[in-house]
């Protein structure tokens, strides 16, 4: 048995009692990547041992004097490649940030740190977030802890492989359009997506910023709900950040859903969806229904229009968040170019992936004159009707059961070859961004080729303790164990 079977909670309170010391969880953190690593390649830096037991000392005397007092104080943690930490690579999974050492920390991982949290490596994705199997790193793909021919999901899959590994005790990961919520259910992992605006985005390198939010990645439901409680805040330094009334999330851990309002909506059900994953989906509202929830279907229209619109408003912001990586503000430059515009050219053409650069070109297409009025403005109407559809569901329900994709973990491979297909399995976790919703995503279930199941409860703006009640009370009763090494 490891310290790192331990929930993060759990071994929060082993540590704040000394049973533990947080040297021993850090070593145990850092033994295990060690062991793991070289199968599933969950990292793209990990942090020096000394380093690493020089932090542990000095939170070890910050919780003896008091400095440091949350549950989750000494425990050691993973942060997705994308947030910035002061004096630590921060790749993005690009080449184009190969050598990029930010000069300060995201806002989440600084609230962390003042929380006593020991981070312990940056985690794989997919190059610049774009993608939903962590293929596209420019670092070598990750793999499923689960059955290493298989991918994490993406793009977040090196933090929801790290946990399933058990590498770490949680971590943190973004979603731009299910990148938090979609690893975390290929891997039986539990993620959570914050409503827009709840964690400062300050320090994260963006990709769609309208749509992006950062949010955990962990073994349960209550670490979630522990670790969204340190990394919510409200933070003047990102413009859309915004102030809220109760931050208090650990206070829904109540298994507790009596006459609770949870609908279906028909259309996540329909053709396209593997029919295992259906069934385990549904079963969760059936567990939910037992316990006193109201359950009925609903048609949640517009659904097929969720992606094309996502596809080009996402694009659309990566074109324009990507052009200041010209080789002359960050990282790569080319070695060998004429002239300043054969620079910016030959810098970009050898720093970014194909996904990214498929991604800038559609993006640059759809707001260029001629174009702007057919694509982006279409996809910006779109979204807000996609809006309104939920604001009307969410007169009758307090949450929306969705699975949080159409199927388990696809083998390595498999989806890069085709990215029209991949960019439509993000069916199911594309319009909570879209809408700026939270979400959550629970293992539910192991599919025959014994790979985990994910379902995911949607809540309305603001309502993450919806969310976090109703996965909680499914938790209850589902026995999930971690994959075996
Ligand atoms: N798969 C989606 C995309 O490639 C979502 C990625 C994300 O949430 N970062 O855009």
């Known amino acids: 048995m490891s310290l790192m079977d331990d929930t993060a909670v759990t071994l929060g309170k082993r540590i704040k009692s000394g049973e533990v010391s947080v040297a021993e969880a850090a070593k145990e953190s850092m033994a295990r990547i060690e062991k793991m690593e070289p199968s599933v390649n969950a990292y793209v830096t990990t942090i020096e041992k000394e380093e690493v037991l020089k932090r542990a000392e000095e939170v070890q005397k910050g919780i003896a004097e008091g400095v440091y007092t949350s549950p989750l104080a000494g425990v050691p943690v993973s942060i997705k490649d994308n947030m910035c930490t002061k004096g630590v690579l921060t790749t993005c999974s690009s080449k184009i940030l190969e050598n990029f050492v930010p000069p300060y920390t995201a806002e989440a991982v600084v609230n962390l740190e003042k929380a006593g949290a020991v981070i312990i490596g940056k985690t794989n994705m997919d190059e610049f977030a774009m993608g939903s199997t962590t293929e596209t790193s420019y670092y070598g793909e990750t793999k499923n802890p689960w059955n290493i021919e298989h991918v994490p999901g993406g793009s977040s899959g090196g933090s929801c492989a790290a946990v399933a590994a058990r590498e770490c005790s949680y971590a943190l990961g973004s979603d731009t359009g299910g990148s938090i919520r979609q690893p975390s259910a290929f891997c039986g992992v539990t993620g959570l997506k914050p409503t827009y605006g709840t964690v400062s985005r300050y320090g994260l390198i963006a990709y769609g910023s309208s749509l992006d939010q950062i949010g955990p990645v962990a073994k349960d439901v209550t670490d979630c709900a522990a670790i969204l409680e340190i990394i919510a805040s409200y ?157 009307e569901a969410f007169e009758k329900y307090d949450v929306i059961l969705a699975p949080a994709a159409p199927t388990t973990a696809p083998k390595l491979g498999e989806s890069l070859s085709d990215p029209i297909k991949m960019y439509l399995g993000d069916i199911y976790t594309i319009s909570a961004n879209l809408a700026g919703l939270p979400g959550i995503s629970i293992p539910c279930g192991i599919d ?32 999930h164990s971690l994959p075996e090494d």
């Open 448 to 479: 025959s080729k014994g790979l985990p199941i994910g379902a995911q409860l949607i809540g309305n703006c603001f309502k993450e303790k919806m969310i976090i009640r109703a996965a909680y009370a499914f938790e209850q009763v589902y026995e």
């Open 235 to 391: 933070d003047a330094k990102d413009s859309t950040s915004v102030k809220r009334e109760d931050y208090n999330f650990t206070e829904a851990l109540r298994d507790d859903v009596k006459g609770l309002n949870v609908g279906i909506p028909r259309d996540y059900f329909k053709e396209g969806l593997d029919s295992e994953v259906r069934e385990k989906v549904l079963n969760v509202a059936e567990v939910l229904k037992e316990k006193g929830a109201n359950v009925s279907e609903f048609d949640l229209s517009l659904v097929d229009y969720a992606i094309p619109a996502y596809y080009v408003i996402a694009a659309a912001e990566a074109s324009s968040n990507l052009a200041r990586f010209d080789g002359v503000k960050y990282g790569y430059r080319t070695s060998d170019y004429e002239g300043l515009h054969n620079m910016y050219k030959k810098t970009r053409s050898e720093g970014f992936g194909p996904e990214v650069k498929r991604r800038i070109m559609l993006g640059s297409f759809v707001l260029s004159s001629g174009y702007y009025d057919a694509y982006y403005l279409k996809a910006l109407r779109t979204k807000a009707l996609i809006k309104k559809a939920f604001d």
